[in-house]
């Protein structure tokens, strides 16, 4: 049995290259070397992984007693993880994930919602047939001597597809993981568990611009629409959209403020609605910490303001019905609408890869959104979309994603003024944040944001604002008043992924910060980053206190 791991090892790298074979014949073509890469990248790690638990502790008799189960649990999870991921490249690709620092709260949301019963029982299936191939193939086992030859081609191969982002994430943690060890700035503190008795309740209303008592207004407009984009930061979606002659800013620019400072505080979907509709920020990350922020729900809100003042709230989205537990406020609104019978859908494109992802394009719902806009009353229509949240959508359509949105709000306006309903109508459209795939970059977390109507004259405003205070700026041409606000830092959180945190200054200063590894990126001095290091462990203290206050009332 001594030649047995050598034969697990091939047929491992066997059954990984068929499988990047599938995906690098029915996938489009431009994906096609990075399938070859990342093939060169796994098959490195399991020879490499056969060289240091069975090759190096061959000529000692005792090792291989320890060293050989170590092998065989390696090899399984190395195996297994390398063909899960192949399914997921195009999204890893704009959403690298440092595994060493996910937490547990995040991996069992993946497998829940990202990895399905039969998938895993899949993956246990191929990866027990792996073992009893290996008792047959390859008959013949060559000598260590011949085995060196491709061994060297291999290495060879395999370093040149790192000199970039690696693509399997294990290797791509490894170099996270040597980046950051050598800018490690031994000042920084790491976040401990806030405690609400040493919160100063006064200091941060900056980061809370939530109302006590919700005011009353006279509305301008009898509908009131808001359409948030998915993933899309202001520099990608003003340069395609100016050099298009027919997009929705260029058609309707005479009649579209449109913001060119504006900031989310969060790159995951959920927290950055949470921020868009009550207007705190959430120190959290969405998908790992949420009993820590549910309490917010129960704060005044932008639903909350609409619905006494006479409106007839509706959230929608072509999400599943799965979405329902990411969306803020959920019993306070009148309506909430996502879709149906996704699977059997032949209308519109849909992906159901996954439970998360499951979802129609978002012109699934137009027609529904229309039905709430023609009713005679007050309404205020909230729109989650959902294009671009996976590459996937692209494949389906082969449209880009600022495209397609341009596409959705010129038809919406087309519809609107068909149906004599424009002139009555305030839309505002804005992204929840940017692309997830670098959360060190503030191009990321600066997003687009543009109020039209009818009876706007179109300007631009230069003012460093966030969603914290988009409520402000909605009510504020609703109803008419002076539309004054003063600029404030913003705090920042990256991904469900690591945990970074930062902070933008109106003056154009940021930085953000890798609490486990302690490493920094940004442009502010070494005491600035000290002093954040501090204020934001302070934040999280005053967030319990608005956390225990708030569960007591």
Not at 35 to 41: A, P
Not at 270 to 278: D, H, P, R
Not at 404 to 418: D, G, I, P, R, S
Request: charged residues 20%; glycine residues 4%; aromatic residues 16%.
């Amino acid at each position: 049995m001594q030649s047995y791991p050598l034969r697990l090892t091939i047929s491992g790298i066997l059954t990984i290259f068929l499988v990047k074979l599938f995906f690098f014949v029915t996938g489009p073509i431009p994906m096609d070397p990075v399938y070859l890469m990342s093939f060169i990248q796994d098959a490195f790690i399991i020879v490499a992984n056969h060289f240091l638990f069975v090759f190096c502790s061959g000529n000692f008799s005792r090792i291989p007693v320890i060293t050989r189960p170590l092998f065989y649990f390696s090899f399984t999870v190395i195996t297994a993880s390398c063909g899960i991921y192949t399914f997921f490249i195009p999204d890893l690709l704009i959403f690298a994930v440092n595994i060493f620092g996910v937490p547990g709260g995040t991996a069992y949301f993946f497998v829940d919602y990202f990895l399905s019963y039969l998938f895993i029982l899949s993956v246990i299936t191929c990866m027990s047939g792996v073992f009893i191939l290996a008792r047959f193939f390859p008959k013949k086992i060559p000598s260590q001597r011949f085995l060196q030859i491709p061994a060297i081609l291999l290495t060879l191969l395999f370093v040149p597809t790192i000199l970039r982002p690696a693509i399997n994430p294990v290797i791509y943690s490894l170099q996270e993981q040597i980046v950051m060890s050598i800018g490690a700035n031994e000042g920084l503190v790491k976040l401990s568990v806030p405690i609400a008795d040493s919160a100063d309740p006064g200091r941060f209303s900056f980061l809370n611009r939530g109302c006590d008592s919700v005011p009353l207004f006279k509305s301008g407009y009898k509908r009131v629409i808001v359409l948030v984009m998915e993933s899309v930061n202001y520099s990608d979606f003003m340069k395609k959209s100016t050099n298009s002659p027919n997009s929705f800013l260029n058609k309707h620019r005479t009649n579209i403020i449109s913001f060119h400072n504006y900031h989310t505080l969060n790159l995951d979907s959920y927290t950055s609605l949470i921020a868009i509709i009550n207007s705190i920020f959430v120190p959290y990350r969405a998908y790992a910490d949420e009993s820590r922020f549910l309490f917010v729900n129960n704060m005044n809100n932008l639903v909350r303001i609409f619905n006494v003042n006479g409106f007839f709230t509706l959230f929608i989205t072509s999400y599943g019905r799965q979405q329902e537990r990411f969306v803020p406020d959920i019993p306070e609104w009148s309506e909430k609408i996502f879709m149906k019978d996704i699977e059997n859908n032949k209308d519109f494109a849909c992906i159901t890869s996954t439970k998360i992802e499951t979802a129609c394009e978002d012109l699934a719902v137009m027609d529904d959104l229309m039905r709430t806009a023609k009713k005679d009353t007050l309404v205020f229509i909230f729109q989650e979309m959902v294009y671009g949240h996976t590459a996937g959508w692209k494949d389906k359509t082969g449209i880009e994603t600022v495209d397609y949105y341009n596409n959705y709000f010129n038809l919406l306006v087309e519809n609107l003024e068909n149906q004599n309903l424009l002139d009555s109508t305030l839309i505002a459209v804005l992204a929840d944040h940017g692309p997830r795939d670098d959360v060190y970059d503030e191009k990321n977390y600066r997003v687009p944001l543009l109020f039209f109507a009818k009876n706007i004259s179109g300007k631009e405003n230069n003012e460093f604002l966030s969603h914290l205070v988009f409520k402000d700026m909605l009510l504020n041409l609703i109803s008419g008043r002076p539309d004054s606000i003063a600029a404030t830092p913003v705090y920042t959180l990256g991904n469900s992924g690591e945990l970074v945190y930062g902070c933008i200054t109106p003056e154009g200063k940021y930085v953000f910060i890798n609490n486990r590894m302690r490493y920094s990126k940004g442009n502010f001095n070494g005491a600035e980053i000290l002093s954040f290091n501090k204020s934001f462990q302070e934040y999280l203290n005053y967030f319990e206190f608005l956390k225990e206050n708030k569960l007591a009332e």
